[in-house]
């Protein structure tokens, strides 16, 4: 709250905090993890995790089972990896887990629609799967960034790989991403300390007021940082 966050941290998936050093990290964060707890309930039996990376939501989870896939070129530690993914097959047989969970990983795939019809395959009929994706953010892991995905294009992958969308929600909303924008743009242009510390704290008024203002009752959003998806087959 007080320093640059340790991204990976597995307490910065699992209880993120809102301070001057982490308005964009909370901003992302916290949704996802409101989006895994809602869902975890349906998110049972034998669970695969589709890019688990470290496993940073196991511990949310009622599966009976969690396997966790990524690739090669994944940038975590593989202890947490059941299985190596080869970017195109998923390496399970047909119908063969109960539930998925795919948390920020479609943008890093070359063919987000073809990974979404193997989550179909391996899929048993009447499980679910939770999606999440980022759509205004900085390039990642690169260069394994291709995509962004509006509404509209994480309903589209659903349809065409036949699966029912449960629900949709936005990873914040107007006020939300000029907030993370400005952050971002920040931290590209001054990082050194302590003149950055004396910044954030100066603009920590105007940020609570910024969120304030996304907390209000809103219209539909035009744009959002992200979006956390339901589905099921």
Same mark, same amino acid.
């Given at each position: ?5 340790n991204y990976s941290a597995s307490e ?74 080869? #970017? =195109? ?7 063969? +887990?109960? *539930?998925? /969970? ?7 795939? !070359? ?60 990873? #914040? =909303? ?7 924008? +400005?952050? *971002?743009? /920040? ?7 302590? !003149? ?38």
């Amino acid at each position: 709250m007080f320093s640059p966050p340790n991204y990976s941290a597995s307490e910065n998936f699992l209880a993120p905090q809102l301070g001057p050093w982490t308005v964009f990290l909370y901003l992302h964060r916290k949704p996802i993890l409101n989006a895994v707890t809602e869902a975890a309930p349906l998110l049972r039996g034998r669970l695969l995790d589709v890019g688990c990376g470290n496993k940073p939501y196991a511990s949310l989870l009622h599966c009976t089972e969690h396997v966790g896939v990524d690739v090669e070129q994944s940038p975590h530690r593989r202890e947490q990896m059941d299985k190596i993914y080869d #970017g =195109r097959t998923l390496p399970f047989d047909d119908e063969e +887990f109960d *539930s998925i /969970l795919c948390t920020e990983v479609l943008e890093h795939c !070359l063919d987000p629609q073809h990974v979404v019809r193997e989550m179909w395959r391996v899929l048993k009929p009447g499980g679910h799967a939770l999606i999440t994706i980022p759509m205004v953010i900085h390039h990642h892991e690169e260069p394994w960034d291709f995509q962004r995905f509006t509404r509209y294009g994480m309903e589209q992958l659903a349809a065409q790989a036949q699966l029912k969308v449960v629900w949709v929600k936005a990873r #914040g =909303r107007v006020y939300a991403v000029a907030l993370a924008t +400005f952050y *971002s743009a /920040l931290s590209y242009t001054l990082s050194r300390r302590p !003149l950055i510390d004396a910044i954030l704290w100066a603009i920590w008024p105007v940020s609570l007021i910024v969120l304030w203002c996304e907390s209000m009752r809103q219209p539909p959003t035009p744009i959002s940082l992200g979006w956390q998806m339901l589905v099921q087959k």
